[in-house]
């Protein structure tokens, strides 16, 4: 996990290098408050539910970094139990980022 939270429309988000057991949807670009990025959201290869998005372009050169990684949602997590999912991290950094 990187070490930046970020805050999406559903509170905060954290962004991944990389995530297993999702699926990537259509590309479509999406104006975010960091700027125009490409984006593919992601769903739960189990339960069907959209978890977050991965970033495929990053239209401003300041935003690179993103490209290739995901960002989950943490309001959209669940452990296996059906509670909520407890994650760690030192996040330290606000993206403001909205989908």
């Known amino acids: 996990m990187s070490h930046h939270t970020f805050h999406c429309r559903h509170g905060k988000a954290y962004l991944f290098n990389t995530v297993v ?3 990537a949807g259509l ?3 999406r ?3 960091t ?3 490409t984006v593919a959201d992601i ?11 991965k970033y495929e ?3 401003e050169k300041s ?11 943490r309001a959209k997590l669940i452990d296996a139990d059906g509670s909520d999912m407890i994650m760690g991290g030192n996040g ?6 909205e989908p």
């Open 35 to 37: 700027g125009l990025h």
């Open 27 to 29: 590309l479509e670009d």
């Open 57 to 59: 372009v990053a239209h």
């Open 92 to 97: 330290t950094a606000s993206d403001g980022d």
């Open 31 to 33: 104006m975010m408050t």
């Open 21 to 23: 057991n999702v699926s």
């Open 63 to 73: 935003q690179k970094y993103k490209e290739g990684k995901f960002i989950l949602e």
């Open 43 to 53: 769903h739960c290869n189990y339960c069907y539910a959209n978890v977050g998005w």
